[in-house]
């Protein structure tokens, strides 16, 4: 029976088609200005519905045609999606039904996730940084930022604002930003992609049949689920051996930094990158 003891967790997709490198870190202190970057969160959660491992990429979804899960096998699987709360370092155990993969080779993963995800961090910066707020709201500055409650779209007309606090210290506002994933890549004046390679992975969003989901701005429409394919950099291979998975990421990438075009102001705190290290034992 495989055991999988997960997760700090698996991977979400990038939010924006801007850069999306780590963070330049000195001193604890973040030095990036003008591009997006990727950092730490304090607390990440995300609905799985299903994990699978793949001898081959599944075939892409299409407007008219589901995507093909034939040549993989589920090793985890939720009707109505397992909530995880993703902390460095916290182990997490997956509420759902957990299955052996059969004996083979496996060159992909794949996670389906909710498109929905909630982030709540605070960052230290180099210098003094600044919210974006809507017209008649205060606007704060100082060297620490921090996640405010609220949400916003990645496929968006114009900018997000109040989701983000800066001052001298966490203040109490300090909560919750969800981010609804209705876009792969957008950039703020009503464009998105429901599917797109971004290298390290290739992800799709799908309506509740598989098949590809149209994206509108502010809007999650049709939009019932994100489907990522994560090719491995060593193809895991499961014997009569094998007793069990141990699935764990890196989280060092798991918020994104949404900075504007002014240089120092910062729009919101998103879902960054996470991609799965699978150990058998």
């Not at 730490?40 to 075939?59: D, N, V």
């Not at 899960?69 to 509420?95: H, M, N, W, Y």
């Not at 919210?131 to 949400?151: F, H, I, K, L």
Request: charged content about 15%; some cysteine.
């Amino acid at each position: 029976m495989l055991k999988i003891l997960s997760a700090i967790f698996l991977l979400a997709l990038t939010q924006a088609a801007h850069a999306q490198s780590s963070c330049n870190i000195v001193n604890d202190e973040i030095t990036d200005t003008n591009a997006n970057c990727m950092a730490e969160p304090k607390e990440l959660y995300l609905t799985i519905y299903k994990l699978g491992l793949c001898a081959s990429p599944p075939a892409a979804p299409t407007s008219n045609t589901a995507i093909d899960f034939f040549q993989c096998s589920i090793i985890f699987e939720s009707s109505s999606g397992a909530r995880v709360k993703i902390v460095k370092g916290v182990p997490t155990k997956l509420d759902g039904v957990v299955k052996r993969p059969p004996n083979g080779t496996y060159g992909y993963s794949f996670a389906v996730l909710s498109p929905y995800s909630e982030i709540k961090t605070i960052l230290k910066f180099d210098q003094d940084r600044q919210n974006y707020p809507a017209v008649g709201q205060t606007a704060t500055n100082g060297r620490v930022c921090w996640s405010r409650a609220g949400r916003f779209y990645s496929n968006r007309i114009g900018h997000i604002s109040d989701l983000v606090d800066c001052g001298s210290s966490v203040g109490s506002s300090y909560g919750f930003t969800t981010q609804v994933s209705n876009a792969l890549g957008a950039d703020g004046a009503g464009n998105g992609d429901v599917s797109r390679d971004f290298g390290v992975l290739t992800g799709y969003l799908v309506k509740s049949n598989y098949k590809l989901a149209t994206s509108n701005p502010n809007d999650i429409g049709e939009i019932d689920k994100s489907i990522s394919v994560i090719p491995m950099t060593t193809p895991l291979t499961v014997t009569r051996s094998t007793k069990g998975m141990d699935i764990s990421a890196s989280i060092s990438t798991g918020v994104m930094i949404e900075m504007n075009s002014l240089g120092t102001t910062i729009e919101s705190f998103g879902q960054g990158q996470l991609l799965p290290i699978f150990t058998l034992y």
